[in-house]
């Protein structure tokens, strides 16, 4: 069975801490990874998408990794800041039957 | 930037009616939509994908005959959930990108369909 795992479900650092979020998948056959953070209020955003042939994205603060042999991405925040404070959803895009699964979510409060 | 919108916002409609929402990119073609769904306190879920004037691409498990959707024009996708029931309450959210772009999805603000 196809499943996303996102540890820890919830984090909470102060301000300027350097951070590393998880993602975990069951299956090694992927298309791509994306990561989205989601503001309460204020909707999604697509953050960085790594497709399957990739290592990793950056993206300003931020950086993906991805290691499809072992079934993990990770989403580091450089600097972390109260505006960074949201939950952050990883989702893959499998190969077989091509279905996207979301992971639940890690929800990061960032103190000011 | 670019501005996506979902129309309703809410609405609530009884067992057995269809409802219409309808996904707008207001400053760009949107070459490619996004229909998603989410259920209270969980993540979201991928329905489909559309590519203007081409059939919708549904993921597996997704009923395409009771959730229709059209991406008639660059700028415009409705979804339709037809002969609604408790179970399709949830919430829909879209969301649109343009071609050439590798990732950047630009997403609307939701729409909280409750059916009674």
């Known amino acids: 069975k196809q499943e996303v795992t996102q540890i820890p479900a919830a984090l909470s650092v102060p301000e300027g801490e350097n951070l590393v979020l998880n993602c975990s998948f069951t299956?090694?056959?992927?298309?791509?990874l994306q990561w989205f953070r989601q503001d309460p209020g204020k909707g999604l955003t697509s953050l960085l998408l790594?497709?399957?042939?990739?290592r990793e994205q950056t993206s300003g603060r931020l950086n993906a990794s991805l290691d499809k042999s072992s079934g993990r991405s990770t989403l580091y925040i450089a600097a972390s800041q109260p505006g960074d404070s949201a939950t952050y959803l990883c989702?893959?895009?499998?190969?077989?039957?091509?279905?996207?699964?979301f992971g639940a979510g890690t929800r990061l409060f960032v103190k000011a | 930037g670019a501005v996506v919108s979902q129309h309703p916002s809410r609405v609530i409609c009884k067992s057995g009616t269809s409802v219409k929402i309808e996904c707008r990119s207001l400053?760009?073609?949107?070459?490619?939509m996004f229909w998603y769904r989410q259920f209270p306190k969980q993540s979201l879920m991928l329905m489909a994908t559309?590519?203007?004037?081409?059939?919708?691409?549904?993921e597996q498990g997704v009923e395409k005959d009771k959730f229709l959707i059209n991406h008639a024009s660059l700028t415009l996708s409705t979804l339709t959930v037809t002969s609604a029931h408790p179970e399709d309450s949830s919430f829909y959210i879209c969301?649109?990108?343009?071609?050439?772009?590798?990732?950047?999805?630009?997403f609307g603000p939701g729409t909280r369909l409750t059916v009674t």
């Open positions: 969301s649109a990108k343009t071609q050439g772009q590798s990732y950047e999805q630009y």
């Open positions: 299956d090694s056959a992927i298309y791509n």
């Open positions: 790594i497709q399957s042939s990739q």
């Open positions: 989702a893959v895009r499998f190969t077989g039957g091509f279905k996207t699964i």
């Open positions: 400053d760009f073609q949107a070459t490619t």
């Open positions: 559309s590519n203007e004037g081409s059939k919708a691409t549904y």
